[in-house]
């Protein structure tokens, strides 16, 4: 389908990610030895917050993860609000509010995915995208952009607050999620690996890997029916 048709059903709900009000600070890229869709699959789940990002971000959820509802939307795609100081030591807030979101709470925070490996991410003061691109069936890539409102860029502390923004995220990645998705790649390789079911709380999870496969067995179906000429 044209961009247009891909992303047109879903504009109303990322309303939100209004990036074209913003400026890009600085596209990170991480090397990772697992899978692209463990990466994506972390990238999605709140049932591993609490437990996995307790040193980090994970006290900040504010909100009932058995409450949240996610917004399952066409090819795929998920969407999800929940209450969410923004990402920095403490949860306090380092940049300007988006001016989009003046008037609503500070805890405001959002999160959704296009498929197959966008996705998006907004707290009270930034916008964030990752990108998760296969290097091969066992190393990825993951392309982090961060975005802030103008106005942050003006303030003489901004690259002080940046940094401690960027390390903040990255030790969350490198030193919890990181560790994790490379144990679980090992252990997928295993000849006595068994998948196991979906918890409730990973809707949007099941949500996307049923497009998946959706989406590959039909290119499967295609690749193996015969062409107009061979049915001639």
């Given at each position: 389908p044209s961009l247009k048709d891909f992303i047109g059903p879903l504009q109303e709900v990322l309303w939100w990610f209004q990036s074209e009000q913003c400026r890009l600070a600085e596209k990170v890229v991480l090397k990772i030895d697992c899978n692209w869709k463990l990466l994506l699959e972390n990238l999605i789940d709140i049932y591993h917050v609490p437990v996995l990002h307790r040193a980090s971000f994970g006290a900040f959820l504010a909100s009932d993860r058995?409450?949240?509802?996610?917004?399952?939307?066409?090819?795929?795609?998920?969407?999800?609000?929940?209450?969410?100081?923004?990402?920095?030591?403490?949860?306090?807030?380092?940049?300007?509010?988006?001016?989009?979101?003046?008037?609503?709470?500070?805890?405001?925070?959002?999160?959704?995915?296009?498929?197959?490996?966008?996705?998006?991410?907004?707290?009270f003061d930034s916008l964030r995208m990752w990108q998760v691109w296969p290097v091969d069936e066992s190393h990825s890539?993951?392309?982090?952009?961060?975005?802030?409102?103008?106005?942050?860029?003006?303030?003489?502390?901004?690259?002080?607050?940046?940094?401690?923004?960027?390390?903040?995220?990255?030790?969350?990645?490198?030193?919890?999620d990181g560790p994790m998705v490379v144990k679980l790649q090992q252990a997928m390789a295993s000849r006595f690996y068994v998948p196991g079911p979906f918890s409730h709380m990973e809707g949007a999870v099941h949500h996307l890997m049923r497009h998946y496969l959706q989406v590959m067995s039909d290119d499967q179906a295609r690749?193996?029916?015969p062409s107009v000429e061979e049915q001639r």
């Open positions: 058995e409450k949240i509802r996610f917004d399952l939307l066409p090819g795929g795609a998920w969407a999800y609000q929940q209450e969410a100081r923004p990402h920095a030591k403490g949860g306090r807030q380092l940049f300007p509010t988006l001016p989009w979101l003046e008037g609503m709470a500070s805890s405001t925070s959002m999160k959704a995915g296009i498929h197959p490996n966008l996705n998006l991410s907004l707290r890539e993951l392309h982090m952009y961060s975005l802030f409102t103008p106005a942050a860029f003006e303030a003489p502390d901004f690259q002080a607050n940046y940094e401690e923004y960027k390390r903040f995220l990255l030790a969350a990645i490198i030193e919890e690749a193996e029916s």
